[in-house]
């Protein structure tokens, strides 16, 4: 008896009736409207009174309502009164944002006939027989009524009559609660398929999801090219001062003011990715940072010898190309700060042709392999993410002569699109 008591009076029921009786308000403007064109097709008919009238209304309001409802912006709408009181699963999710396409705009106007048909309906019920049904309960009670109603039907003046009163009053009530728990069903069970995403918007979702990973890739590149950089380079720098604390304090002060520099720089630059994670859009502008012009900091304060070798102009890089070759440089700094061997010299090479850009760093190799840190290995992967963003290709590896070679190649513009 619960069971049945819940689904037909509980919270999700009362609920779902509510949402009916809103659909029913929202079919009163076209309701209305219908009515207006049934009087001018029959001008002796009464549309309020005259049942026919009134159904040949209702129909005309159909149409109309699922016209109106091809307007993109009916749908987060629907979704929203959905989602607050219809009782939804949760794994059955609903389509976020205006309806874009032309079957997502057929949905929703089906899902919004839908919804004012039956709330129509269901509201025509609740306003007539609940007041019928309460009167009719009352009958054997309220002495008033019962004179009212034997005017009115003489037919009613038995005993049995005014027994089965309250209970028949009663099933009534129940009748109608059973009508509109099915009406609210019904309008549950449809609204992941009318009111869920369509296969484009599916599509527009999953395009957002890799913008938005693609963007968050190269927060976490700029943050480990630059703050993993700066830390390697702080470490050796101040190991060194450490050991010759007492013997040489010129070094140490050298060394001292080269990580207060390295820091400053780094705390600026984390400012500026981190500042990205507060605003809109994809930051592609912001997250440009230093190009090939500032290289000469770069290698001052890197931490190691470098032989820096230059053909061509550097300065003439554009500018995205630039940006990214400075943190293939830095990249590859870092990479021989952590794993070279200590003190030896790196060679740079940085040729500037009439269509590309070619980088090649040069490091001596341990004699014993660098172990691999927990979560490391991940600059690589950066450095080859961002030779393939440009339309580039990089090369790393062990050479035979000794060496750890990194060498990039990247496009100075994009490639141009052939004509259709």
């Known amino acids: 008896m619960k069971p049945l008591i819940a689904r037909l009076a509980g919270r999700r029921a009362r609920l779902r009736w509510l949402h009916l009786i809103i659909g029913g308000a929202l079919l009163m403007p076209y309701f209305l409207v219908g009515t207006v064109a049934v009087g001018l097709y029959a001008p002796g008919v009464n549309p309020f009174t005259s049942l026919p009238a009134q159904l040949a209304a209702f129909g005309c309001a159909l149409p109309m309502a699922a016209v109106t409802a091809l307007l993109p912006t009916a749908r987060p709408l629907s979704v929203a009164a959905a989602r607050a009181l219809c009782g939804l699963a949760s794994d059955r999710p609903l389509a976020d944002g205006p309806a874009a396409s032309g079957q997502a705009r057929a949905r929703s106007a089906a899902w919004f006939t839908l919804h004012v048909g039956l709330g129509g309906i269901i509201s025509g019920m609740t306003l007539a027989l609940v007041p019928f049904a309460v009167c009719v309960a009352a009958l054997p009670f309220v002495p008033a009524l019962r004179e009212s109603a034997l005017d009115a039907r003489p037919a009613l003046d038995h005993t049995w009559v005014l027994a089965v009163a309250p209970p028949a009053g009663a099933a009534m009530l129940v009748a109608l609660a059973g ?111 230093p190009g090939l012009d500032a290289l000469g900091g770069l290698l001052a304060r890197c931490g190691v010898p470098v032989r820096y070798e230059a053909d061509g102009d550097p300065g003439a890089v554009p500018g995205p190309v630039s940006a990214e070759a400075y943190r293939i440089v830095q990249e590859g700094l870092s990479n ?65 002569d000794g060496v750890w070679r990194l060498a990039a190649r990247l496009p100075l513009h994009a490639p141009a699109k052939e004509p259709r």
Do not use: M, W, Y
Request: net charge positive; aromatic share 0%.
């Open 336 to 400: 021989a700060l952590r794993h070279g061997v200590p003190g030896s010299p790196v060679r740079l090479r940085v040729g500037v042709g009439p269509r590309e850009l070619t980088l090649v760093l040069d490091s001596a190799l341990p004699p014993r392999p660098p172990v691999a840190r927990p979560g490391g290995g991940r600059g690589l992967t950066g450095v080859k993410e961002r030779a393939l963003l440009l339309g580039g290709a990089t090369e790393a590896g062990p050479r035979d």
């Open 179 to 289: 009508c509109a728990a099915a009406a609210g069903a019904l309008l549950a069970n449809r609204a992941p398929v009318l009111l869920g995403p369509t296969p484009d918007d599916r599509l527009a979702a999953a395009e957002r999801r890799a913008a938005e990973l693609a963007v968050r890739n190269r927060l976490a590149r700029e943050l480990h090219d630059s703050v993993g950089h700066a830390l390697s380079a702080v470490t050796l720098q101040a190991g060194a001062a450490r050991r010759v604390l007492d013997s040489d304090p010129g070094f140490v002060r050298e060394a001292l003011a080269a990580i207060e520099e390295t820091t400053r720089r780094t705390v600026g630059e984390l400012d500026a990715v981190l500042g990205l994670l507060r605003q809109d859009g994809d930051g592609s502008d912001a997250l440009a940072g």
